[in-house]
């Protein structure tokens, strides 16, 4: 009989004997770990911010055992298996991806019930008026506080795409949109199912409370290229043309195509013709910026692996400039005649157009990052420069120091290419991550004023394309942000 009962035992301390935390825990501590999580605990884990990370417990008081997953709900631990065994329903990637969507949920049934949100702690309506009365705010910060309280009392609204053919976009989901100066038109890009892609024109005039509406223009444009990068083009007036790079395949070279925005529309207004079709054979482009500068008129640039061409649309003339890495962003200068362009090395610098091919000297000004640059954007007064990286850092630079003067903590990348989205007038600045969510900062001191889930499951494929305008829809338009996801577009207004 004590026979029996020694070898029933005997497997039990050989499992404590493998493990050192079961040595040094019994078994009763092991089974109510997750029930010694404070209520203030689990209560402060669901307001942090989104992350992709795994929380492998609800709290910092579980231990994470290599191989093993704490449910907090069932307060035990399951063990992972490895995640190529398509039958096994719990493995690391299946966890997050249960996480994330949880999460999201929760923060978008938060913003349904919300209708009043704070920005800022101690800075509602009410406080910000009573404040300005009584003189502790000048019109400067009055101005700048108020955005920030509409930016987070934006309510989310399905946007109405009318078209002449409803099946048009019904099957093929945004990639990236993009507005125009005056924000009434939006350029679109659809990924295609049999692959390709597919792009045209929205125009935004009819985008008005309560009903939402835009017009898709008629003709859309397909290609079975990937489409790496676009820019709006001002040659015949401003944004008269749209400036695409697209990636070559097969035997068919890489190019850049300046395609005229009048060629998505049927009917012209009098005296406007159609512009200017250009293509130029340039291979493998990975971004590419259209000058407003008067040194660089008519001119763009498109960022290539290990060299950046300065391209003339009228005479054709070329300048070429070598560099030690893929430049993945570029966007010019408007008062000085220099080009910015961020890499995959991380290095920043910027090239004086005035001098030519082979010369020395041509760059003006370098910063580093430690990630590939994705962005960058000269600020109005062209002093600063923000700029963020596949690490999700983003940074303010200080162009006379060389020093990075501010960092916008909450960005989440891992290896995408994702632009910044910089807005002077409101004090903004916007930024998807990978974690599908979009983030709104203050420029001012880097304080995250909101996050906004994105309004389908999260996905690595499906990361949302925003546009964020302080006139949405022409010059009579209000501020507002528009983002699309998947098949649908969404707008968020001032209210």
């Known amino acids: 009989m004590h026979k029996t009962n020694w070898k029933s035992r005997r497997p039990g301390r050989r499992g404590q004997r493998q493990n050192p935390w079961f040595r040094q825990h019994g078994s009763n501590e092991r089974c109510n770990t997750g029930a010694q ?39 035990r631990y399951f ?35 919300q209708k009043k949100k704070i920005a800022r702690m101690g800075f509602n309506a009410s406080s910000l008026i009573q404040k300005s009365k009584l003189g502790f705010l000048n019109v400067t910060s009055y101005c700048r506080l108020a955005h920030e309280l509409r930016v987070s009392c934006m309510q989310r609204k399905k946007v109405q795409i009318h078209s002449s053919d409803p099946s048009a976009l019904a099957n093929d989901r945004f990639n990236l949109i993009l507005a125009d100066t005056n924000s009434d038109r939006l350029f679109t890009v659809n990924d295609v199912r049999v692959g390709g892609s597919k792009y045209g024109i929205i125009s935004l005039r009819g985008l008005k409370p309560p009903t939402f509406r835009v017009h898709m223009h008629e003709n859309l444009y397909f290609t079975n290229r990937k489409v790496n990068s676009v820019c709006w083009a001002s040659l015949n007036h401003l944004d008269s043309h749209i400036l695409l790079c697209l990636m070559g395949i097969a035997e068919t070279p890489g190019c850049a195509t300046l395609l005229p925005a009048s060629l998505f529309v049927n009917s012209h207004p009098a005296g406007d013709r159609p512009g200017m079709l250009c293509s130029f054979r340039i291979p493998g482009a990975w971004s590419c910026a259209w000058s407003l500068n008067i040194q660089a008129n008519n001119c763009f640039s498109t960022g290539l692996s290990r060299w950046v061409l300065v391209t003339n649309v009228v005479t054709g003339h070329r300048l070429s400039f070598g560099t030690s890495s893929d430049v993945l962003a570029q966007q010019f200068a408007l008062m000085a005649p220099l080009l910015f362009n961020g890499c995959r ?67 989440v990348n891992e290896y995408a290419h ?36 994105s309004p389908h499951p999260t996905s690595r494929t499906n990361v949302p394309s925003v546009a964020f305008s302080s006139r949405l829809g022409g010059f009579q338009g209000a501020p507002g942000l528009l983002m699309a996801v998947q098949q649908d577009l969404y707008c968020f207004s001032y209210s």
């Open 37 to 75: 999580q404070s209520p203030q605990d689990s209560g402060h884990s669901d307001e942090e911010a989104p992350s992709t990370s795994s929380s492998t417990a609800g709290s910092s008081s579980v231990p994470d055992l290599p191989g093993y997953y704490f449910d907090p709900e069932k307060n």
């Open 418 to 453: 994702l632009p910044l989205h910089v807005h002077e007038e409101e004090g903004i600045v916007v930024a998807v991550g990978q974690d599908c969510y979009t983030r709104i900062w203050s420029l001012h001191d880097a304080h995250l004023l909101r996050t906004i889930p």
């Open 79 to 113: 063990r992972l298996l490895p995640g190529h065994n398509n039958c096994n329903p719990l493995t690391k990637e299946s966890i997050q991806q249960k996480e994330m969507e949880h999460k999201r949920l929760q923060l978008l049934e938060e913003e349904d019930k």
């Open 345 to 411: 090395s991380g290095e920043i610098f910027a090239i004086d157009l005035r001098c030519r091919n082979q010369g020395k000297g041509w760059k003006a000004t370098r910063l580093f990052h430690d990630s590939a640059v994705t962005s960058v954007q000269i600020l109005q007064e062209e002093q600063c420069l923000m700029a963020s990286d596949m690490a999700g850092t983003i940074k303010l630079w200080d162009l006379r120091t060389t020093k990075c003067i501010r960092q916008y903590e909450g960005h």
